[in-house]
């Protein structure tokens, strides 16, 4: 049974950081590629961020790059998300994902997901 549990997230004043992690459980970490989505109220779920397998390639959205960046530790099975410079309409509850293969930007592409952890950004 493969999970993932996101944690880290919170509330926090624009201009301020959080760092997102997710650890995953049951399945070989390594060989997946690892997504961040989020999705504010009322919204679809949108893509933030994802890596390669082996942390060589990375890809971000436009509304977060140069702010956000990805990394993840394969001997800790787990993914991070560093969040600078936030800004209120980063606010959105924040998922990880993994799939098999080569990274994919789209919600359908991935194969396992997190709950999610609660980001609020005030202004």
């Known amino acids: 049974q493969v999970q993932l549990v996101e944690s880290g997230g919170g509330l926090v004043q624009a201009g301020g950081s959080l760092r997102l992690s997710c650890a995953v459980s049951?399945?070989?970490?390594?060989?997946?590629?690892m997504g961040w989505f989020r999705q504010a109220p009322g919204k679809e779920r949108d893509f933030v961020s994802t890596?390669?397998?082996?942390?060589?390639?990375?890809f971000y959205a436009d509304s977060v790059k140069g702010r956000f960046t990805i990394s993840r530790d394969n001997a800790k099975n787990t993914v991070y998300l560093q969040m600078n410079s936030l800004k209120p309409e980063d606010t959105a509850v924040y998922y990880c994902?993994?799939?098999?293969?080569?990274?994919?930007?789209?919600?359908?592409?991935?194969?396992?997901w997190g709950q999610g952890t609660q980001v609020t950004v005030s202004s």
């Open positions: 994902a993994m799939k098999r293969g080569a990274i994919r930007l789209g919600v359908k592409d991935y194969d396992y």
């Open positions: 890596i390669t397998w082996s942390g060589g390639s990375t």
């Open positions: 049951g399945r070989t970490f390594g060989s997946y590629s």
